[in-house]
């Protein structure tokens, strides 16, 4: 089973940051990365596909594609490929946020 990440701002007390991570901001810090991608539709293909709407940010990792979804303040991502924790640590220092399980 997969583990999900959340990159998040809640918990953080005293900070001159709000709480909650814009979408503008997300766009800003995404965009500079080379690795990375926005689209606003994630294609899921198997079995069965679906198309699910949202605001994602595709990272691209050797011949795969992990999903860095932002929704409602936070950024989300799955944890079922270990090479994304190091980057989902350096996406989260470089929003100035924190990482919980969720």
Do not use: H
């Amino acid at each position: 089973m997969s583990q999900r990440y959340r990159i998040t701002r809640a918990f953080q007390e005293n900070s001159d940051l709000p709480q909650t991570i814009s979408l503008e901001e997300c766009k800003q810090y995404f965009t500079s990365q080379p690795d990375f991608t926005y689209t606003s539709v994630f294609e899921v293909t198997g079995s069965t596909s679906m198309s699910i709407q949202g605001d994602f940010f595709m990272w691209s990792f050797k011949d795969t594609k992990i999903p860095f979804r932002y929704y409602q303040g936070d950024v989300y991502v799955s944890g079922t490929n270990e090479a994304v924790i190091p980057r989902m640590l350096e996406v989260a220092g470089e929003l100035r946020a924190d990482v919980t399980e969720g």
